[in-house]
């Protein structure tokens, strides 16, 4: 099972590939690297999340349930049966995912991990179902682990914080950070779409800091088109 899921886990190399490329349009309908399940603060099942993945023709997604990989596990294992049931079919890319949260400029953060290895022992504190205290709160620490288990580390929503997304950037940046949550809806609005000002802010910082952007619908309800 464990040689059989290293094979087939979409690679870092391959997503560092995919951020190089992500715009405005990428999201919600080729790629989407935010969205929870029942594993943690979400409506819906791996299963049915997906069904809808494959329904809406995403080409590869993530799954970042909050300090949980368990809705990763079981949507990889799905995904396994689906693509045995249908061979020749398109098969979206799924990367390992999980949400952190972390102590950036004396503020709460949410940092994105992705395409890690799940059983690495760096990554092991952060997956308890729980955010963690201490020195392993600290962003440095959760972008060091993140990196020691082979994976990339990206802010999520930047402008939604306690502090200004012009301080938080740099100072991720600073940290060793790989991206930004660059194209977010901020307001939810339906149809979804990444709002516009927020995104051209953070975009240019990417770009100033040399930060890969990304995007996702931070789904927690049963639409993988909407944020709730």
């Known amino acids: 099972m464990v040689i059989n899921l290293a094979r087939t886990t979409a690679s870092t190399e391959l997503l560092r590939q995919v951020f190089q490329n992500i715009d405005a349009h990428s999201c919600p309908t080729l790629f989407n690297f935010h969205m929870h399940t029942v594993h943690s603060d979400g409506r819906l099942q791996p ?31 799905w995904l396994e049966d689906w693509k045995w049931n249908n061979p020749g079919a398109s098969t979206p890319l799924l990367w390992s995912g999980v ?11 949410h940092i994105l991990g992705y395409a890690f290895e799940l059983e690495h022992p760096s990554i092991k504190p952060y997956l308890q179902r729980r955010p963690t205290t201490g020195k392993e709160y600290q962003a440095n620490n959760v972008i060091t682990a993140i990196h020691q288990a082979g994976g990339l580390a990206v802010l999520a929503h930047p402008a939604r914080y306690k502090r200004s997304l012009f301080d938080l950037i740099p100072a991720a940046a600073e940290k060793g950070i790989d991206g930004v949550e660059a194209f977010y809806a901020y307001n939810n609005p339906n149809p979804w779409k990444p709002s516009a000002l927020e995104s051209e802010q953070v975009q240019k910082l990417a770009n100033e800091y040399l930060l890969f952007n990304t995007c996702g619908t931070d789904t927690h309800g049963l639409n993988l088109l909407q944020r709730l």
């Open 47 to 77: 299963s049915g999340l997906m069904e809808q993945a494959i329904a809406i023709g995403l080409k590869g997604l993530a799954i970042t349930d909050h300090h949980s990989i368990g809705g990763y596990q079981a949507a990889q294992a």
């Open 99 to 109: 949400e952190i949260n972390a102590n950036l400029l004396d503020i709460e953060v």
